[in-house]
């Protein structure tokens, strides 16, 4: 954390020096805690400008995984993991529609479901574990990403801003919701409706983060 922050502070002064109006997706891992960063270190741009990529990319696989089960195209789910990029991200079980269908209605989330949550988690890890990094998928998220930004197109993406406030929340720590996304980055978060579970496991996803970042945050 201590070398990113380094890092992210001379390559952010020269974006800022160069490009002053333009929104900035951080990528680099930890993503959370380097867009939490970044944020601090540039703290007179507006809010929403410097975001996380955040858990584009888990619910992208996360929605496959569904389709998959089901048979069906990935475009007939839709649905959100949220919280931390990493190990202790929130599957909300209770915003997943399949053709408009809801896929658990009051129920937790049983073996199937932890099945495909546990998957998601792990994919990074057995990519690396093969060839030894990861490339493609993280790509594909950040040119769907820029596609967004650069075109206006205004969709609900789960990218990662400053999750103070949300779900209970009491750190400035950067978690994944989902958020309207535009031509000057975030424009509008999205307020989730929970259950007490997702809530709770949010919390803890906040706290883990925390745990980390608090560390670096008040050298910044």
């Known amino acids: 954390l201590e070398k990113n922050t380094c890092m992210m502070r001379e390559v952010l002064g020269k974006i800022l020096e160069y490009s002053p109006n333009t929104p900035i997706c ?3 891992n930890p993503c959370d805690i380097m867009s939490a960063i970044a944020n601090k270190i ?3 741009l507006p809010c929403g400008r410097i975001f996380g990529s955040g858990t584009v990319l888990d ?3 996360f929605k496959q995984l569904i389709a998959s089960s089901l048979n069906l195209d990935v475009r007939s789910v839709s649905g959100f993991i949220i919280g ?5 991200s929130v599957p ?3 915003t997943v529609f399949c053709g408009g269908v809801k896929l658990i209605n009051g ?9 495909i949550h546990e998957e998601v988690v792990h994919a990074a890890g057995d990519v690396i574990a093969r060839k030894g990094y990861t490339n493609w ?3 594909n998220a950040c040119a769907e990403i820029a596609d967004v930004v650069l075109n206006d197109l205004r969709l609900i993406m789960p990218v990662s801003v400053c999750a103070r406030g949300y779900a209970g929340v009491e750190e400035d720590v950067f978690l994944s919701v989902p958020c309207v996304v535009g031509a000057t980055g975030v424009k509008r978060v999205i307020d989730l409706t929970l259950t007490s579970e997702e809530m709770m496991k949010f919390r803890k996803s906040a706290d883990t983060v925390w745990k980390a970042q608090s560390g670096v945050w008040n050298n910044i």
């Open 92 to 94: 909300v079980w209770s």
């Open 42 to 44: 540039a703290s007179d």
């Open 137 to 139: 998928a993280v790509g």
């Open 107 to 115: 129920d937790a989330p049983g073996e199937v479901e932890n099945a």
């Open 26 to 28: 951080i990528v680099s």
């Open 59 to 61: 619910s992208g696989r």
């Open 84 to 88: 931390e990029h990493g190990d202790s």
